[in-house]
């Protein structure tokens, strides 16, 4: 379904869109906002789901055991330690 929608754009903008459409990259104005909103729903999607994600491992590493800085410093030295081992260092 279409919906007409009246909306306002700068001169910028409106010489921009035409620019598209005078390139043949799109058939009109109105494509050229469509496609713009479009990309702008995705970027919204994209971001709470990122943000959901984020939200979701911190809950998850509250539930877990916390590392004081010394033994996150030593947890840090053994690793460091093994890597070099096994590259012979």
Do not use: C, H, N, W
């Not at 799109?26 to 943000?51: D, F, I, N």
């Amino acid at each position: 379904m279409t919906v007409k929608a009246s909306v306002s754009i700068s001169d910028q903008q409106d010489a921009f869109a035409r620019r598209l459409v005078e390139e043949g990259r799109y058939s009109s104005v109105s494509a050229v906002v469509q496609q713009g909103l479009e990309l702008l729903r995705e970027q919204t999607e994209m971001k709470e789901a990122e943000l959901a994600a984020l939200k979701a491992l911190l809950d998850e590493r509250r539930k877990g055991p916390f590392l004081t800085m010394e033994e996150s410093r030593q947890q840090i030295e053994e690793m460091l330690a093994r890597k070099k081992a096994a590259l012979g260092l």
